[in-house]
């Protein structure tokens, strides 16, 4: 296998791919990036069995051929020859890489291993607005679990009925559910996506207006951008019915602006970050919500103005947690609705409802 590239674009191309490679594997193949030559055109491939990326350059192509190249070594090595014009030439066991006036070599696998990749995916497809779809990715799927205790747990829950689209993440200590519309769908469908997967799609992504088109079929999805291809396996299960879980009235409501409520619960956190559950405390009582934190460092007391609707409330939480609702949520004005101590509650924008956020309080020996 022979050819000529440029260093720009061939960088660009394997830090795109990489991500796909597997980081811990017996088989050495799935830690490499897989290159193919062919007519005027390099393609280079990564997976680690449950996703892959796929991308196209342009190429000079002298001699056609398959091979696998060290993933996490050739991309350090490419990401500092961006400026200049390579020849790669490829002989038995070996690679040589030619830039200006040097020369590197670098071992290579023989591509016969590598798993082969199918993106003939076009069984069933929803189509929807690429910034609405970014929109969905970036308020959920930082709520799902990162452990394999429950693996399913570990994706998004995509639904769509007619032209709406509900997305829904949890990790067990909190849930977050975003809606919006789809252009078009061959039909309602519920899949389980993986969280890292919806994360590589997002930043796959294109700024500004446009459509971005989803194909599923029999476990898998495929997202096509421009010359890059991206296929993932699909989570199987049932994922936890949300309605389940959402309460439907509540006892206590608050009104508060986001940015005071944010940074009076970034300065508690701060006392607590090194605690197991972060603790912060919510005094909820007529016209102010008290934002605590304790700990051997010191405390914090600060008194927030809201407007109460319904019973006082002391409510322990994790400082994360809540933080991380109230940065998605993007009104001047949230809602926060309670029960008791004890059971979950939510935020949410005042007038927009499009998405909610679930979180377990913690129990404190007040509470417990």
């Known amino acids: 296998m ?12 394997v830090l795109k ?56 070594y050739f991309s350090d090595f490419i990401k500092k020859l961006e400026g200049v014009q390579l020849t790669i ?4 066991s070996k690679m040589d890489i030619i830039y200006a006036d040097s020369q590197t070599s670098m071992q290579v696998l023989t591509a016969a291993d590598f798993p082969a990749i199918d993106t003939d995916i076009n069984e069933n497809s ?10 969905l990715i970036n308020s959920t799927a930082f709520c799902c679990a990162v452990d394999d205790s429950r693996p399913i747990l570990k994706g998004c829950q995509i639904v769509i009925k007619g032209s709406d689209i509900t997305v829904t993440a949890l990790d067990g200590f909190r849930l977050a559910t975003a809606c919006g519309k789809v252009e078009s769908a061959t039909g309602d469908m519920e899949i389980v996506c993986p ?20 194909r599923v079929q029999k476990g898998i999805i495929l997202v096509c951008v421009d010359d890059t291809i991206l296929t993932s396996c699909l989570y199987n299960g049932d994922f936890i019915k949300k309605e389940n879980i959402i ?47 304790n700990s051997e460092i010191g405390n914090v007391n600060e008194p927030v103005k809201a407007e109460l609707e319904g019973k006082d409330l002391k409510i322990a939480m994790n400082s994360k947690f809540i933080s991380d609702a109230i940065n998605a949520l993007t009104e001047e004005e949230i809602v926060l609705s309670f029960n008791n101590p004890v059971q979950p509650f939510i935020c949410e924008n005042k007038q927009n409802k499009d998405v909610l956020y679930l979180i377990l309080p913690v129990r404190t020996s007040n509470n417990a």
């Open 89 to 92: 030439e490829v002989i038995g």
């Open 195 to 214: 969280a890292r997967t919806l994360k590589e799609i997002e930043k796959m992504l294109p700024e500004g207006e446009g459509e971005t088109q989803l």
């Open 247 to 293: 309460p439907k009235s509540y006892l206590t409501k608050i009104t508060v602006d986001r940015e005071l409520l944010k940074a009076s619960i970034e300065r508690a956190a701060i006392l607590v970050r090194g605690d197991k559950n972060s603790l912060i405390i919510l005094d909820i009582s007529q016209g102010k919500v008290e934002i605590s934190s």
């Open 126 to 135: 929803f189509t929807l607005k690429t910034e609405e779809f970014k929109k």
């Open 2 to 13: 022979k050819f000529v590239c440029e260093g720009l674009d061939l960088s660009d191309a």
């Open 17 to 72: 791919v990489v991500k796909a490679c597997a980081t811990r594997t017996t088989v050495p193949v799935m830690e490499c990036i897989k290159l193919s030559a062919r007519n005027d055109s390099l393609i280079l491939t990564a997976t680690d069995g449950e996703i892959s990326i796929q991308k196209k350059i342009k190429a000079e192509i002298y001699e056609e051929g398959d091979i696998c190249v060290p993933g996490k």
